[in-house]
């Protein structure tokens, strides 16, 4: 069995590669059980952890399984807060064929998925980015986003002001400038595209900020009691999200505005599937505010891993 390094797997796996390929995984036919969640305390710790399990397959070929743990307090100790291991089983035989580092994968696809709902939401002329959060993920974002969207500018916000300075210079480059910003509410009525990675308890982003023909991208709440945007932002947007199933049982940013009666579930526009199937449309008033909610959905880690794979097997001539 083959393992791919985080190199390795960044190398097969360029941004439009990955978008191209979620995108088709979206239109087709694959099997996703919804993900499974187990709590678990950590010694010492008040936050507990949580153990994902994220299983999916093909109609035939290959078959996938990630495991994920995700421990909070890590960000004390410098260590990453989501980490895990991802196998790629052919169906025939049962065989495991390939493995990588869940968490590379993890950030490779959720920044995908993230730029493929913008391809559909933001407005094309977009140019400044707006990045709440300087996690692991954060960098994988902003290239996302920049790969299907003129990004000429980047604005980076973090409740440690060091973390995000030493992020927006490590972006720099000759296609954006990065440049950390001390007053979210000031950056966000900038933005013409809001990315959110965080694991943030309250909302981070206020509705009463938003101003028209932005875009509003969450990604970090993946449980209930979970919120980066507050109730108006909600109200003020026309929400889509990366699956139905998941959107409607595991983040805050949805759970809780349907508890209290902000959104009804069938306010929500659509999900990745109704878009990339072509049965809903994106984005037609340049006017308009969308919000795009990602959960998360073991397709896209399967979908990205079988890319991998054929291209792993092209790069030794075994294809």
């Given at each position: 069995m083959q393992f791919l390094t985080t190199q390795q797997l960044e190398s097969l796996l360029p941004f439009p590669l990955l978008i191209d390929g979620l995108e088709q995984a979206f239109a087709g036919h694959y099997h996703v059980p919804l993900r499974q969640h187990y709590d678990y305390p950590i010694p010492s710790e008040k936050e507990e952890g949580t153990l994902l399990l994220m299983p999916a397959w093909d109609d035939g070929t290959y078959f996938g399984v990630k495991l994920i743990a995700v421990s909070p307090q890590n960000r004390r100790q410098g260590l990453p807060t989501v980490q895990g291991i991802y196998t790629l089983f052919e169906t025939k035989t049962g065989m495991p064929v390939l493995q990588m580092d869940a968490k590379c994968l993890t950030n490779l696809r959720t920044a995908a998925a993230s730029a493929l709902a913008s391809r559909f939401l933001s407005r094309p002329e977009s140019t400044t980015l707006l990045l709440v959060g300087t996690g692991a993920l954060s960098p994988y974002l902003v290239r996302a986003h920049a790969s299907v969207r003129p990004i000429e500018k980047v604005l980076i916000w973090g409740r440690n002001p060091e973390n995000a300075k030493a992020l927006a210079a490590?972006?720099?480059?000759?296609?954006?400038?990065?440049?950390?910003?001390?007053?979210?509410?000031?950056?966000?009525?900038?933005?013409?595209?809001?990315?959110?990675?965080?694991?943030?308890?309250?909302?981070?982003?206020?509705?009463?900020?938003?101003?028209?023909?932005?875009?509003?991208?969450l990604v970090g709440s993946f449980?209930?009691?979970?919120?980066?945007?507050?109730?108006?932002?909600?109200?003020?947007?026309?929400?889509?999200?990366?699956?139905?199933?998941?959107?409607?049982?595991?983040?805050?940013?949805?759970?809780?505005?349907?508890?209290?009666?902000?959104?009804?579930?069938?306010?929500?526009?659509?999900?990745?599937?109704?878009?990339?199937?072509?049965?809903?449309?994106?984005?037609?008033?340049?006017?308009?505010?969308?919000?795009?909610?990602?959960?998360?959905?073991?397709?896209?880690?399967?979908?990205?891993?079988?890319?991998?794979w054929e291209g792993s097997r092209r790069q030794e001539g075994r294809e």
């Open positions: 490590s972006l720099k480059n000759g296609q954006y400038s990065a440049t950390s910003v001390p007053h979210l509410s000031e950056a966000a009525s900038h933005a013409d595209i809001i990315s959110c990675a965080t694991t943030s308890a309250e909302p981070l982003v206020f509705g009463k900020w938003l101003q028209a023909g932005q875009h509003l991208d449980k209930p009691n979970m919120r980066e945007a507050d109730d108006e932002a909600i109200r003020r947007t026309a929400v889509y999200v990366d699956t139905m199933e998941g959107a409607l049982k595991e983040t805050g940013d949805i759970v809780q505005p349907i508890r209290n009666g902000t959104l009804r579930p069938e306010d929500i526009r659509g999900d990745l599937f109704n878009l990339c199937r072509k049965e809903i449309s994106g984005r037609q008033n340049p006017e308009a505010i969308t919000l795009f909610k990602s959960v998360g959905l073991a397709l896209e880690d399967l979908a990205a891993a079988k890319l991998a």
